[in-house]
């Protein structure tokens, strides 16, 4: 090993050992970006469901106002529903006019109420007036208009059984034949790995940037801040090798951190896939995955680089996190506009943009869709912008003023 | 004959507009303590980091032997004004982060570490994490960490700023152990007691230039005074330039915002 590199490795191992012993920055880095998936994909949709399964469970109070046909009224009873009779109040303008009985609802003395008035003719007017904001209303609404519909389907289907039409073929005359998911010709594998390209880059994108960071201001303005940079700048290595053991520092962090999320969300679609139809693992070639890792590994040298040359022009650890923290804002934008973007016949100078091209580029490769010419365009910009990054953060590292005061 | 070590040759450093050292001429031989001595803002430390190739010089070179000194920098050892020690470190680790950087083998530069921990009374704290150091403490850390890889020359800025009276002594003590050791070293202090005590050499710097170069004594006979200090008082009698590097370093639009969103204070007339 040169002596160079050596230096290099030796700056690089000594910032890793540093960062990792500070338990906060590892609870950062490794944890949460760990469970961060698990927790969304698999801890949230069970806690979502006890909650729904909870709502559903709860016994609630409604009041019925008007010409309520009895048989909707003990079908609201059989789902633990407690049903008040009530007249029609005489001093609304129309039935969705609370009147003198909001405070009841606004007061949680009852969950809702349904107003129905029968205009003749087999016809009815109705309305449930409701507090939206609270669950238990919300609820009983839900559960009234359900039993309405389907009090309302009866109704429909006997009137056209007493003129002699078929209820069935009557509403109904337009039907698919067969089964509907045999019809799509993409496996399941392709339809998750389109779900996925629509989320993952964005999140790949903006974890990277964020997992580097903190670590970059730490490097950089916090070692001006607590004053070791000058007698670092005192040795005999260069500032490219001290930038370099820097940045592979921080390469390393924030891979580290970015491979953990990837591992935390392949456990999570492999548990989602064996537990429900909901989503199947996505189908992706070897050449899909090894393009995905060069496009990520591009895109972290490019932000390391960025982020540590930011950094370094701050004076102070509050400079610099004023600097860089917008910069994640600068991701989330095109990320979010690069998602509604169109790839089938996408013209190949969008993979030619900063940022733009290496979330295109895993949009793609979640599609397992290789265009030749799209991944020359995206690499070679990619390590274009990279250079340049490196080329921003040599200057700032070559700056004298990285040392202060003159006495 | 001592030899000369370093050499600066029409030295010059500007910062923007402002001018930190003014035409520097100066040889430090070996086996020698050399103290720079001057006042806030005089230039000693911006002396210091051009010797110790932080800095580059705007005009003329500085030479250590007969080569230029980036590529000698392996020959010095440095402790700045800010010790700068990581707390998440041990102190050996510390140390040894710089002798690895210097090339050097841990065992070599564990053994001299030792020697000088002892010197210095701090052997039991080499494996202690600097976080809860003294200022003491982090200064004679500081002191080994430069002196572990064995240089020809150390470069000390105000090593005995701020420490009580007992460590001052150890860092003394230990800097004149090597000066007989034939070892060299460039000491920064505002203290001319201190540089009196301790310096083969006094350099006065004043305003960015040299005012005085030569030992105590010397100094006394060429300026006709009684002690040092009415030497000083002698030499650097003009008015001692403002602190302004800091504020050349702030772009024109943060400093034009900063200055908008401040209330004018009064300036001092000649009178008052």
Not at chain 1, 19 to 25: K, M
Not at chain 1, 95 to 124: C, K, V, Y
Not at chain 2, 27 to 52: D, E, F
Request: negative net charge.
């Amino acid at each position: 090993m040169s002596d160079s590199l050596k230096r290099i490795r030796i700056i690089a191992g000594k910032e890793i050992v540093e960062f990792v012993r500070d338990w906060r920055s590892l609870l950062a880095t490794i944890l949460i970006p760990l469970i961060i998936f698990p927790a969304l994909f698999i801890v949230l949709p069970l806690i979502l469901q006890s909650e729904a399964a909870e709502l559903e469970s709860l016994e609630l109070e409604v009041v019925v106002q008007g010409d309520v046909h009895d048989d909707l009224v003990s079908a609201l009873e059989n789902d633990r529903i407690t049903i008040i009779i009530e007249d029609l109040p005489s001093d609304i303008e129309n039935l969705s006019d609370p009147g003198i009985d909001e405070n009841r609802l606004r007061n949680s003395e009852i969950d809702a109420i349904l107003r129905m008035r029968n205009s003749g003719n087999n016809t009815w007017n109705y309305s449930i007036i409701q507090f939206s904001t609270s669950e238990h209303s919300s609820q009983a609404r839900s559960r009234v208009l359900t039993h309405l519909w389907e009090w309302e389907d009866e109704v429909v289907n006997r009137s056209l059984l007493e003129k002699g039409l078929d209820p069935d073929t009557t509403l109904d005359p337009v039907k698919w034949d067969g089964d509907i998911t045999s019809a799509d010709t993409a496996t399941s594998g392709e339809q998750a790995g389109m779900v996925l390209s629509l989320f993952i880059p964005m999140v790949l994108a903006i974890w990277t940037a964020s997992s580097a960071m903190q670590p970059s201001i730490d490097m950089t303005a916090g070692e001006r801040e607590r004053g070791t940079l000058e007698a670092l700048l005192c040795l005999p290595c260069s500032r490219i090798e001290l930038l370099s053991g820097k940045w592979l520092a921080v390469a390393v962090i924030a891979g580290v951190s970015v491979s953990l999320q990837v591992v935390g969300l392949i456990f999570a679609i492999t548990y989602l896939a064996s537990s429900s139809s909901f989503i199947a693992i996505p189908a992706m070639s070897i050449t899909s995955i090894l393009l995905i890792a060069t496009a990520v590994i591009l895109f972290a040298i490019m932000v390391v680089a960025f982020e540590l040359a930011l950094a370094m022009r701050a004076q102070s650890v509050k400079e610099a996190g004023t600097l860089l923290a917008p910069s994640i804002i600068l991701i989330i934008f095109p990320a979010l506009f690069t998602q509604v973007i169109n790839l089938d016949g996408i013209e190949s100078w969008w993979f030619a943009i900063p940022l733009v091209n290496v979330l295109l580029a895993l949009r793609e490769l979640l599609l397992d869709r290789i265009i030749i010419e799209h991944v020359a365009i995206w690499a070679l910009s990619s390590m274009f912008y990279s250079f340049i990054a490196a080329w921003f953060a040599s200057r700032q590292f070559k700056r004298e003023d990285l040392v202060a005061s003159l006495s | 004959m001592a030899k000369t070590l370093i050499r600066l040759q029409g030295v010059k450093k500007s910062f923007a507009e402002i001018e930190a050292l003014s035409h520097v001429d100066l040889k430090i031989n070996s086996g020698q303590i050399v103290g720079l001595v001057g006042g806030n803002g005089a230039g000693k430390t911006t002396l210091l980091r051009l010797i110790a190739g932080t800095y580059s010089p705007t005009a003329g070179e500085v030479t250590f032997g007969k080569e230029p000194l980036a590529s000698m920098r392996h020959k010095l050892g440095v402790v700045p004004e800010a010790t700068g020690l990581y707390h998440r470190l041990t102190a050996w680790e510390n140390i040894r982060y710089h002798s690895r950087i210097h090339g050097v083998e841990d065992e070599v530069a564990w053994n001299r570490t030792v020697q000088l921990a002892k010197m210095l009374g701090m052997e039991d704290s080499l494996s202690r994490h600097t976080k809860g150091f003294s200022k003491g403490m982090r200064q004679k850390t500081s002191l080994i960490r430069a002196l572990a890889h064995g240089p020809e020359a150390l470069l000390l800025d105000e090593p005995t700023a701020g420490l009580d009276v007992t460590s001052a002594r150890a860092v003394r003590d230990l800097v004149m152990k090597l000066r007989d050791e034939g070892g060299t070293v460039i000491y920064s202090t505002h203290q001319l007691a201190e540089a009196r005590q301790v310096c083969d050499r006094i350099v006065i710097i004043h305003n960015g230039t040299i005012r005085a170069d030569s030992s105590p004594s010397e100094l006394l006979e060429i300026t006709g005074c009684d002690s040092l200090e009415e030497a000083y008082v002698q030499l650097t009698s003009d008015k001692a330039r403002a602190r302004t590097e800091d504020d050349s370093k702030e772009g024109r639009l943060a400093k034009w915002w900063r200055r908008l969103l401040t209330s004018n204070t009064p300036e001092v007339s000649e009178d008052e």
